[in-house]
């Protein structure tokens, strides 16, 4: 199973996209703002990171 980071910090939009995903087989995790993706992106394992640029604490490009 492919697990799948979603930074994104309106809990709308990560909602949906961890919805669809997890209908469609995949394993997520959520991060919130740009240090716990930059966390997470470093000490987990992830086949791949859906990443919002504009993330409090740290932009996305920074985390990328």
């Known amino acids: ?3 799948i980071l979603i930074a994104e910090d309106d809990p709308l939009v990560s ?3 961890e919805k669809g995903l997890r209908a469609n ?3 997520t995790s959520l991060a919130d703002d740009g240090e716990r993706a ?3 992106g470093l000490t ?3 086949d791949l990171m859906i ?3 504009s993330l409090p604490e740290r932009e996305g490009l920074e985390v990328l």
């Open 38 to 40: 930059q966390r997470l």
């Open 51 to 53: 990443l919002d640029m």
């Open 44 to 46: 987990d394992e992830f």
């Open 1 to 3: 199973m492919a697990r």
């Open 25 to 27: 087989g995949f394993s």
């Open 15 to 17: 909602s949906f996209i």
